[in-house]
C-alpha cells in the first residue's frame, strides 16, 4: 500500500468548496467524492500530513472526517498502521445490491401517478450517451451513477437521497477495483433509456420489472469478476 503525497497535493484545488467555515462534514464530503472517483483508490493508506496540507485543515478535523467515512465504510482504520480507502468483500458487493434493490424499486413503486419530473433523469441518460459516443468511459461510469441518483431523487426525501448518496459511493470501490467501465456500464446504457422512456410513457408497473431485471443482471456480472480480480482470490 503506498502512500498519498501524489495525490493529496492535488486537494489544494478544493479548498474553497470548505467556505469560511472548515467542518469535518464538508472535509469528509470533499474526501468522499473523491474516492467514488477513484482519485483514492481501495487499499490506498491517507495520510493525515498531507491530505491536512492539502486542504488547510487541522489535523482534528481531518480524524473526524475520517471517522464519518469509516462509519460509512468507506475507510477502514488499522491499528498502528493508519488509515486506509476499503476493500470491499464479495459479500459487501451483494448486501449493497440488496440495498439498492430495496430502495430503487420501492421509489419506482411509489411514484405515483404520471406524468413524473425526468428532466435530470433524462439529462444523465443523455449524459452517458454522449460520453459513450466519445470513448469517454469515466464519464459513462459517471452518467450511470448519477441516472440512479436521479432515479431515487424521484421520491423527493432527502434522507434516501443521502443513503442512496453513501451507498453509491461504495459500490464504487468496487468498480475501481474491476476497473473496466466500458463492460460494466456501457451495455446498461440502452437499458437506462429504456427505462427512463418507460417512465415517460407512465408505465410505471413495466419500468420497475425492468429495473429489477437490470440491477439483478449488473449484480451478478460484478460479482463474478470482483470475485476473480480481489488480491487474495
Known sequence: MGTTE???????????LLGRTSTAERVADILRTRIAEGYFPPGERLSEDSIGRALG?????????FRLLTHERLLVHELNRGVFVR????????????????????????????????DKLDTAV????????????KGVSTANIHFHRELVALAGSARTDELMRSVLAELRLAFHVV????????????RNREILETLRAGRRSEARQLLDAY???????????????????
Open 6 to 16: 501524489p495525490r493529496a497535493g492535488g486537494l489544494a484545488d478544493d479548498r474553497p
Open 57 to 65: 485543515v487541522s489535523r482534528n478535523t481531518l480524524r473526524e472526517a
Open 87 to 118: 476493500m470491499l468483500a464479495v459479500q459487501d458487493v451483494e448486501d449493497i445490491y440488496r440495498t439498492r434493490r430495496l430502495v430503487e424499486c420501492a421509489v419506482v413503486d411509489r411514484l405515483g401517478e404520471p406524468p413524473y419530473t425526468l
Open 126 to 137: 443523455a449524459g452517458g450517451e454522449r460520453a459513450a459516443h466519445e470513448r469517454d468511459w
Open 179 to 190: 476497473d473496466d467501465p466500458q463492460q460494466l456500464h456501457q451495455p446498461y446504457l440502452v
Open 215 to 233: 440491477l439483478d443482471d449488473s449484480r451478478a456480472q460484478l460479482v463474478s469478476r470482483y470475485a476473480r480480480l480481489l488480491p487474495d482470490a
